[in-house]
């Protein structure tokens, strides 16, 4: 949870302590990095994404080929009958 800045009743202004100022950038810090960690796992994710979709691509179009075979095999047959 982000921690609050401290405010003067009388003058509107901020008045910060080194405590609260202390707080909020380590909040700040630690809000890094976990954000960071999060989308260097997304990251992670994505590009095993990638690879499963070059894959899949990969195996498509050896099934295409295949069934181009298949389908040569079966005019070949036709013709002998």
């Excluded at 949870?1 to 202390?22: L, N, Y």
């Amino acid at each position: 949870m982000r921690p609050s800045s401290r405010r003067s009743k009388d003058s509107g202004e901020a008045k910060f302590s080194i405590s609260t100022v202390s707080e909020q950038v380590s909040w700040f810090f630690e809000t890094f990095q976990e954000t960071s960690i999060r989308f260097n796992e997304m990251k992670e994710k994505m590009e095993e994404m990638e690879e499963r979709m070059e894959d899949l691509e990969e195996r498509m179009e050896e099934m295409e080929d295949l069934e181009e075979k298949m389908e040569d095999k079966l005019g070949d047959l036709e013709e002998k009958i």
